[in-house]
Nanobody, 117 residues
Framework: QVQLVESGGGLVQSGGSLRLSCAAS??????????MAWYRQAPGKQREMVAD???????KYADSVKGRFTISRDNAKNTVTLQMNNLKPEDTAVYYC?????????WGQGTQVTVSS
């Protein structure tokens, strides 16, 4: 079982920066997290992947955030962060942390990011 707790959302002006963090609490045996990711969902839109990081692989980003967002993971602490720079109004959404073990997918409760123009 994996519990995810996000933090770091808020209101920022266009061009500003925010840093999102997600801490994973893992209980039980066999719950090794091999992938962590950030997704977002804007009002009236489908949830979309923003960035993900898989152990041993290079991070992947949505085209809309490449060059502005950076995902990083601390395997020892089971945390993942999303550094968001040069934010735009279209980045406004609820951001969700996601973790995958072999066979299960877990979601955080979401954190609101609002970018004003």
């Amino acid at each position: 079982q994996v519990q995810l707790v996000e933090s770091g959302g808020g209101l920022v002006q266009s061009g500003g920066s925010l840093r999102l963090s997600c801490a994973a609490s893992v209980t039980g045996s066999g719950s090794s997290i091999y992938r962590m990711a950030w997704y977002r969902q804007a009002p009236g839109k489908q949830r979309e992947m923003v960035a993900d990081i898989i152990s041993g692989s290079e991070p992947k980003y949505a085209d809309s955030v490449k060059g502005r967002f950076t995902i990083s993971r601390d395997n020892a602490k089971n945390t993942v962060t999303l550094q968001m720079n040069n934010l735009k109004p279209e980045d406004t959404a609820v951001y969700y942390c996601n973790a995958r073990t072999y066979g299960y997918v877990f979601w955080g409760q979401g954190t609101q990011v609002t970018v004003s123009s």
